[in-house]
């Protein structure tokens, strides 16, 4: 097995489950509704957001550069329709969160609790849905993979 890539694997593992805490605590304040929409309201959304839009950057700025690579190079397909499905998801779900973010922490009552709720609950399937591909796909794939030198 690829050390390197073993190592990759767990990197973006681990990016999943602190999205996937991020995301249940912006679930609990907006989709649940477990907070008054005041000032401490926004303020959690938005430090919420804040870190869901630099994990997702930093994350889908590591599989640009060494996962999907890796993954074409192995395979050899340049189609490979689960890539490419993530390759899409990655642009759409960091455009919405950007979207959301920039929506928010400009002006927090910018945005009306329906529509927050309507954007959160796409991020959410949204990265749910990437994360499963990657997970039940793209991983096993990446570490079947042999070192160069084998």
């Known amino acids: ?66 996962l999907y690579p890796a993954l074409r190079m192995a395979t050899g397909e340049e189609s490979d329709w689960q890539l490419g499905m993530t390759e899409m998801q990655d642009g759409l779900i960091i455009k919405e969160v950007t979207r959301l973010f920039n929506l928010v922490s400009e002006n927090p009552r910018g945005i009306s609790l329906p529509e927050l709720k309507e954007s959160a609950t796409h991020l959410k399937r949204w990265l749910h849905e990437h994360m499963e591909i990657e997970e039940k796909f793209l ?4 570490l079947k993979l042999k070192p160069p030198s084998e």
Do not use: C, Y
Request: aromatic letters at 6%.
């Open 1 to 66: 097995m690829n050390e390197r890539l073993r190592k990759l694997v767990e990197t973006l593992e681990a990016d999943h489950q602190d999205l996937t805490a991020d995301l249940r605590i912006l679930e609990e304040f907006v989709l649940v509704g477990k907070g008054s929409p005041g000032p401490e309201f926004w303020a959690r959304v938005v430090e919420t957001l804040n870190r869901v839009h630099a994990r997702l950057k930093s994350h889908g700025e590591l599989e640009e550069r060494e």
């Open 139 to 142: 991983f096993p794939k990446i």
